[in-house]
């Protein structure tokens, strides 16, 4: 035995001291560990530059440049007759306005001794296209202020906001038709004498899309209650039928091959792509039920049908949580199946299925492929609906068809509104997400 | 008010008035011992509610479906072949004629004309369309005197209906009411039959599933069909160019919008599954407590996102990024001149990756966390280190559902819409430079059914055979990946 010990050749080993072969495995560890730390950190990051991209990009949208000017509204070019009749008012159209826009900047200049070589013509082009439609609103009602001087707060155009905000700079105008050095040299001017300044603003989160010439004009608010109402048709079809659907499979369905198929044929349509939901409301809403195009109630149903599984695979787990003594019981004093379903298990799941809607909604409100097949896109909304009717049937639009519609028009004036309406979906969809999470907390219970 | 909203007050109301004599009924009966009732007094309203209302409301229902269906059907035999212009097509013809209908209706309802008068309209004394106009309703062109007689038939046919629509209707709601108030007994068993009804309802809300899946597969089959009539059905599967042209005469093929979004699916796989995978290693077998509470909700964020975010985070953001890198000659990064334009399929693919990133994460964290700790145990007793234990163990263990799991993403990326749309480009082609614009099956389905759309050219249809297509690849796949999750699991369970 000693002699067996002594033949083979010691093996150097220590516990100080790490053989090659630990270390290479050793060194094979750190790195699949960094590995895994490289992974998130990776997601972490993109995580962090989506959120910078959206906040940097997306604030420019809550302020806007606004001019401020007196208009004088001259009586001979809005009422020739003198007798302020509402009908011959209205004869002007907002052409007629934009002389008066030019004698309040010119006046201005003067006023301000601003040299510029630009006609009074020009001059107009820093303000917004909608500058004299918001002049003819005002005349329209107050008939009786015309001929008087009244000051206004105008946009100024989608270039000079740029050019505040650092979007536009005089080397990236060379080509532009719609700017010129000169005016931008004005604007300067104007800044400088305080009358043309950066403020909130408030027309984006409660205004309406405008169309392509005044980006500085779009905002969010009609689309947003096309969101509304499009969640209430959700809220309404989805979550009783959600609910009514899992109470069957969960407590009531025999197993067979019919519930078999039906619970395979949930957890697919879960998986469809939502495009498919959009081919479907096409072809049987509006081709075949001749429901009207773009109407939130045809985008509602759209997005049920694609909601419903999420809802369904979160009420039946929810129902599943739910002790089968709290069943028995019931049965034990007398119950029927359907009091003990109905009277102490669907109470007792409530939270989880609230939990199960909400976040099915918040996934609901930010689908837009389903959306461009109805026809929620390239309709600009210009009033908000006067009633529950009209708000489902009157075609609108949605929040993210909203934000599609912006950023398709390759425009950055108009990135910017689409970054700006994210900011606002994101803090819808956050909160919802929020409230979730704070009711499985409070009121989820562990048995 | 309609015709339609009059009736169902008045079916709620005659429910209403059910409920409350019905359960009066059952007392009195019993002599005003509820005792002797068989069930609450509420089960017998509940009864006489549940017969008024629902079976009317039922054939109301199925009657508004039909009826427009059949009377257009009617009134689409009578429109003769020459009314159609050049390029038109019956559809079209037949939707000016409801427009004309519509309109009518209003004038009636405005009291421009009495009913007998717009009868007696006749398009050679009458300018249809500025009466039309003059109550808001537009119609595209004058009003031919066949669409006039049509529109006038489809509101005669309309009108017969609803009047037939409320001559069954009423008296179905009367016999469930006058029966159920006089079945309140005490001996009638209300509670089973209000069950039985309620048991009726979930089942038909549990059904809607597969209505939805019978909707989704004929809305895209029929139209398919009617697809694979005007264009050969050997062009779509195996010809080599999509050129769709409004003029007709288009090249559909489908292979080179595959081509695309299995590439762009790949770039989307090849971001996601490493980074995912790894992901999940980290945060299921090192990360500590706190680590994983801050991660791993960070990380799912990301799939909480709305697609158009990551559509525009890649027209905007990513793209011109790429372009700055990959692109713009001396003044690029790399003075290459390789990309040109901001969609490419490097750019959505990227992109789509960061959101299935998530997705894949998620699901292999579940996966990896149910591989049983007793075999990470051995492996660790032996002497292995943990990485090695999660190599040869774990790994394999978890591998088919993994590959489930990669499935799932796959269907997820290849369904996706937004980021392609915004994010790929609209040049159908087979190239392999990841830096090129392509296009994707999605984006196909968006163009061809937004804007004008005339469901009679194959160049609209084409997009329910491409959506169909896309339907059967998902479903393929999510079926696979369903079978392998759930074999899988059993092992263990």
Redesign the interface.
């Known amino acids: 035995m000693t002699d067996a010990i002594q033949k083979t050749e010691k093996k150097k080993s220590s516990l100080l001291q790490l053989d090659a072969r630990t270390r290479t495995r050793n060194a094979a560890e750190t790195r699949f560990k960094a590995y895994g730390m490289i992974a998130i950190a990776f997601g972490l990051l993109m995580l962090s530059i989506l959120v910078f991209n959206i906040v940097t990009r997306g604030a420019g949208a809550y302020q806007q440049t606004f001019v401020a000017l007196e208009v004088e509204l001259l009586a001979g070019k809005l009422d020739e007759k003198g007798d302020r009749n509402l009908d011959d008012i209205k004869k002007v159209s907002t052409f007629g306005y934009t002389p008066l826009l030019s004698n309040a900047l010119e006046a201005k200049v003067a006023e301000l001794e601003i040299e510029t070589d630009l006609k009074a013509k020009k001059m107009v082009g820093i303000l917004s296209k909608s500058a004299a439609a918001q002049v003819r609103d005002y005349a329209l009602n107050n008939p009786n202020q015309i001929g008087e001087t009244v000051g206004f707060e105008f946009l100024a155009s989608s270039r000079v906001d740029g050019y505040l905000k650092g979007r536009v700079s005089r080397d990236s105008i060379g080509n532009d038709k719609n700017i010129s050095p000169a005016q931008l040299d004005l604007a300067d001017a104007l800044k400088a004498e305080g009358s043309l300044a950066k403020r909130f603003n408030m027309s984006f989160i409660t205004g309406s899309d405008a169309s392509d010439a005044r980006p500085e004009a779009a905002g969010m608010g009609t689309s947003m209650i096309g969101s509304f109402f499009m969640m209430l048709v959700v809220l309404v079809l989805a979550l009783p039928i959600g609910v009514a659907a899992s109470i069957y499979l969960e407590e009531f369905a025999p197993k067979n091959w019919i519930t078999d198929i039906i619970e395979v044929n949930i957890s697919n349509l879960a998986a469809v792509p939502s495009i498919v939901f959009g081919i479907l409301g096409l072809a049987v809403f509006i081709n075949y039920m001749y429901l009207p195009n773009s109407a939130p109630l045809v985008g509602g149903l759209v997005l049920t049908l694609m909601t419903l599984p999420t809802i369904i695979i979160s009420t039946r787990a929810s129902l599943k949580a739910v002790p089968p003594s709290i069943r028995d019981a019931a049965l034990g004093v007398g119950a029927s199946k359907m009091q003990s379903v109905f009277h102490h298990v669907l109470p007792l799941a409530a939270p989880g299925i609230l939990t199960g809607t909400i976040i099915g909604l918040a996934q609901a409100l930010g689908e837009t492929a389903p959306l461009l097949l109805i026809g929620m896109v390239g309709f600009i909304a210009s009033n908000p609906p006067d009633s529950i009717a009209t708000g489902l049937l009157s075609p609108n639009s949605a929040m993210p068809a909203q934000i599609y519609e912006w950023a398709k028009r390759a425009d950055p004036a108009f990135y910017e509104r689409a970054w700006g309406g994210i900011i606002i979906l994101l803090v819808f969809l956050v909160t919802m997400n929020t409230v979730a999470v704070i009711l499985r907390r409070r009121f989820e219970r562990r048995w | 008010m309609s015709t339609t909203s009059l009736l169902v007050i008045a079916i709620l109301i005659l429910a209403t008035l059910g409920y409350f004599l019905a359960s009066k009924r059952a007392i009195s009966t019993a002599g005003g011992d509820r005792r002797k009732l068989h069930s609450l007094p509420v089960y017998y309203g509940s009864n006489a509610a549940m017969f008024t209302a629902i079976p009317a409301l039922g054939v109301l229902l199925i009657w508004l479906?039909a009826q427009?269906m059949l009377v257009e059907r009617n009134i689409l035999s009578t429109i003769p072949d020459k009314l159609i212009p050049e390029g038109s097509s019956i559809g079209l013809v037949m939707s000016d004629v409801?427009r004309v209908a519509d309109g009518l209706e209003v004038v009636v309802s405005t009291g421009t004309l009495s009913q007998n008068e717009t009868l007696k309209l006749d398009t050679e004394q009458t300018d249809i369309r500025a009466l039309l106009a003059g109550v808001g309703a537009a119609v595209g062109s004058d009003v031919q005197p066949e669409v006039l007689k049509a529109a006038q038939n489809y509101r005669a046919q309309t009108k017969m209906g609803q009047s037939w629509m409320v001559l069954i209707i009423v008296p179905l709601a009367l016999i469930g009411f006058a029966l159920s108030v006089l079945a309140a007994k005490p001996t009638f068993r209300a509670?089973n039959t209000v069950?039985r009804g309620?048991?009726a309802?979930?089942?038909?809300?549990?059904?809607?599933?597969?209505l939805?899946?019978i909707?989704?597969v004929f809305?895209?089959l029929?139209?398919s069909i009617n697809f694979f009539k005007l264009h050969s059905w050997t062009d779509f599967f195996f010809g080599g160019s999509w050129a769709p042209n409004f003029r007709g005469d288009s090249d559909l093929s489908i292979l080179p919008l595959l081509w695309g979004t299995i590439y762009i699916s790949i770039i989307a796989l090849i971001v996601a599954v490493?980074?995912?995978?790894?992901?999940a290693?980290?945060?299921s077998?090192?990360a500590g407590p706190r680590v994983r509470a801050f991660?791993k909700p960070?990380?799912e964020?990301?799939a909480?996102?709305?697609?158009?975010?990551y559509?525009?985070?890649a027209?905007?953001?990513v793209g011109p990024a790429l372009v700055r890198v990959f692109g713009r000659g001396q003044e690029g990064l790399l003075g290459l001149e390789w990309m040109s334009g901001a969609t490419a399929v490097l750019t959505a693919g990227l992109v789509m990756g960061?959101m299935l990133?998530?997705f894949v994460?998620s699901l292999s964290d579940d996966i990896i966390n149910a591989v049983p700790q007793s075999l990470r145990d051995g492996s660790l007793g032996l002497g292995a280190?943990?990485?090695?234990t999660?190599?040869q163990i774990v790994l394999p263990a978890a591998l088919p559902g993994i590959v489930g799991a990669v499935l799932?993403a796959a269907?997820?990326a290849?369904?996706?819409?937004?980021i392609v749309?915004?994010g790929a480009g609209a040049i159908a082609k087979f190239s392999a430079n990841p830096l090129d614009a392509m296009t994707t099956i999605?984006t196909r389905?968006?163009s061809q059914?937004?804007?004008d759309t005339d469901?009679a050219s194959p160049e609209t249809l084409v997009?329910?055979a491409l959506?169909l297509t896309?339907?059967v690849l998902?479903?393929g796949l999510?079926?696979i990946a369903?079978y392998i999750v759930r074999k899988y699991r059993e092992q263990y369970d």
């Open positions: 479906l427009p409801r509670r069950e309620i048991l309802l979930l089942v038909l809300a549990a059904s809607l599933a597969i939805t899946t909707g989704i809305s895209m029929f139209e490493p980074v995912g995978l790894f992901a290693i980290y945060l077998e090192y991660a960070l990380l964020i990301l909480g996102i709305p697609t158009i975010v559509g525009l985070f027209l905007v953001t960061i990133i998530p994460s280190t943990p990485s090695e999660i190599r799932l269907s997820r290849i369904g996706e819409t937004m749309v915004l999605t389905i968006v059914l937004t804007g469901f997009a329910f959506g896309l339907f998902t479903l999510n079926v369903l």
